[in-house]
């Protein structure tokens, strides 16, 4: 259940990061890069909307655990917990 | 109070980084001496007629619906504006006019590579492959340019030096900040921006990509002030510590973002500016700077035959991209007709012609001459264009015309430079910590350049 409050927050930053990326039919263990043609500019905005909306820092080793929404689910759900239980 | 960043210029570059900056809840303040924004891209009303100062076409269209990485999508994405708001519409086509030969480019790449493949037969292969590894290329600017060089690389693909003139010749006008040649790496991104992805207008002319802009800025609480110059640029050797205003009061930030210029920048930095167009030890001797007249005529030039959206011409046997001895320079020159893009008519029809021209032969000139010359130049440019096409003379009803120095007192630009100094700095870095440059002396050039360098400049240097 609080993994995919994660995902629906991660397709929500996207959505605002890539509006014309089209995000209904995600595949959460496969790469989002390769499905929705982010690049790395996008992926820092990824980052810094985290920052913006939740206050939670990804330093820049842990890039690569946003790879996925799986991986993303697992890496953010621990930093997201106090938004995901209120 | 003391700002999180501090932005000198409110023209594409500055508004886009303060965009930026503001939408992650910096504190930003923006400075613009002149009353208007967009800087070396503004608008202007005379004679209750609106101009556009600069624009001639947005560079980099690519049609909706198109994803990735090109600039266009990435500007949108990262200042999180929606493409409907720019009302972009597409070019029909341009041409580039040589002595002899037309050469003829849409915003599909496949009609120009058979356009060339007509006009030169025995070139067709070899320009193939230049637009194959063109589009091979990354879409970046970094490191040094050293001495890369356009032509070497053209002349690796291509043996007819007049094609490699006519391929030149729109992308220098429209983004070579040197004269004869241009780095490799900035040649492929203006012929990416050029030929790849092409041209468009936003409906109502710039002042739609201004205010959408202005108004995103100013949503995300950014602070404006207008008229209001930076004097001086303090600092104690590693970083700034205040920027004194024209009335002298100061403001203080953590990170100060320059569009002004490098070395303008410098030499605010120096307390060295003045109101005389120079700065000591700065030549401007290889800055390009160019003559504009908007001739408002009648009838849409369509409606009397002249059908390209933009012409770029050369009348010599070889095109010089240069500085002229000169006041100017009519061998070669840009024609625009901003109401030959597809979408809605214009209220009324419009001509504009460029051509190269030489900041110290206007700088000079006492203010009865100056008024004259450049009537001279502007019948003289008109009678070339009017030997190409049907005469779009005697539909003349009003007609403006600006100078290298008109440029460089509404944008601060030493030498009236359009492009900016030849020497890029592509990391915006300069001797200060907290203070970096962006906008056309950081390498990115046009109105999409200017968007992008403010927003990786922003990215580079505010978000910590
Ligand atoms: C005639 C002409 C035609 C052009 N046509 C096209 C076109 O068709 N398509 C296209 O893509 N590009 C075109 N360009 C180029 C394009 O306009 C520029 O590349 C782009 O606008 C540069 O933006 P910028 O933010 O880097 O610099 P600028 O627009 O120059 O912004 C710098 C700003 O800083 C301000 N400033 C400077 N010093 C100070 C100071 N000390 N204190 C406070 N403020 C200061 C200036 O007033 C200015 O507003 C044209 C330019 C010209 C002049």
Redesign the pocket.
């Known amino acids: 259940m609080a993994d995919e409050k994660v995902k629906g927050i991660v397709l929500d930053i996207i959505a605002t990061v890539a509006p014309d990326a089209d995000i209904s039919d995600v595949d959460p263990a496969k790469r989002l890069r390769d499905q929705l043609d982010l690049d790395s500019m996008d992926f820092l905005d990824i980052v810094m909307e985290l920052r913006k909306r939740y206050k939670v820092e990804v330093p820049k080793e842990d890039y690569p655990r946003l790879e996925s929404l799986d991986s993303c689910a697992e890496y953010l759900g621990p930093k997201l917990e106090a938004h995901l239980t209120s | 109070m003391k700002y999180d960043a501090v932005i000198?210029?409110?023209?594409?570059?500055?508004l886009s980084a303060g965009i930026r900056l503001a939408y992650f809840d910096k504190r930003v303040l923006i400075?613009?001496?002149?009353y208007a924004?967009?800087?070396?891209?503004?608008y202007y009303t005379l004679g209750g007629r609106q101009y556009d100062?600069?624009?001639?076409?947005?560079?980099n269209y690519t049609p909706p619906g198109h994803r990735g990485g090109q600039p266009l999508n990435r500007i949108l994405r990262q200042l999180r504006l929606s493409r409907e708001e720019l009302k972009l519409h597409p070019q029909k086509y341009s041409e580039v006019r040589f002595p002899g030969r037309t050469l003829r480019f849409t915003n599909d790449v496949a009609d120009f590579i058979e356009s060339v493949a007509t006009a030169f037969p025995k070139e067709a292969g070899g320009f193939y492959k230049v637009v194959e590894d063109v589009l091979s290329r990354e879409y970046v600017l970094d490191g040094e340019d050293g001495e890369s060089s356009a032509r070497a690389y053209l002349r690796s693909f291509l043996n007819d030096e007049i094609l490699i003139d006519m391929i030149l010749c729109p992308v220098m006008y429209?983004g070579s900040p040197t004269p004869h040649d241009m780095p490799l790496g900035q040649f492929v991104v203006m012929f990416r921006s050029v030929y790849c992805e092409g041209f468009a207008r936003p409906e109502g002319g710039v002042r739609t990509i201004i205010k959408v802009l202005v108004k995103k800025y100013r949503s995300l609480g950014g602070k404006l002030r207008m008229r209001?110059?930076?004097?001086r640029i303090h600092h104690d050797g590693h970083r700034v510590t205040s920027i004194e205003l024209d009335d002298g009061e100061h403001v203080e930030a953590d990170l100060v973002l320059s569009?002004?210029?490098f070395d303008?920048t410098m030499a605010?930095c120096a307390g060295e500016?003045n109101s005389t167009g120079t700065v000591a030890g700065v030549s401007t001797e290889d800055r390009l700077s160019?003559l504009?007249s908007v001739s408002i005529v009648n009838v849409e030039p369509s409606a009397f035959g002249i059908m390209p959206t933009i012409v770029f011409y050369n009348t010599e046997d070889r095109f010089t991209y240069a500085r002229p001895d000169g006041a100017y320079d009519l061998s070669s020159g840009v024609l625009?007709m901003p109401g030959n893009f597809t979408g809605a008519a214009l209220p009324e029809g419009i001509v504009r012609v460029?051509n190269l021209a030489n900041y110290d032969r206007w700088r000079t000139m006492s203010p009865a001459e100056y008024a004259v010359r450049k009537n001279e130049w502007a019948d003289k440019a008109s009678e070339i264009v009017a030997g190409m096409f049907p005469d779009f003379r005697p539909h003349v009803i009003e007609r403006d015309v600006?100078s290298p120095t008109t440029?460089e007192r509404?944008?601060?630009?030493l030498g009236g430079a359009?492009?900016?100094s030849p020497r890029k700095i592509h990391s915006g870095r300069t001797p200060l910590a907290n203070l970096a440059i962006?906008?056309?002396d950081q390498g990115f050039?046009?109105?999409?350049?200017?968007m992008l360098?403010?927003i990786l400049i922003a990215n580079a240097y505010g978000m910590e």
Do not use: D, K
């Not at chain 2, 050039?445 to 200017?450: K, R």
């Open positions: 000198i210029g409110a023209g594409m570059s500055g400075l613009e001496r002149h924004y967009g800087g070396l891209n503004s100062v600069g624009l001639h076409a947005l560079t429209y209001c110059g930076v004097e569009s002004a210029g303008e605010l500016a160019f504009e625009c460029t600006f440029i509404y944008t601060g630009h359009v492009y900016g962006c906008g056309t050039l046009g109105i999409v350049g200017a360098s403010g």
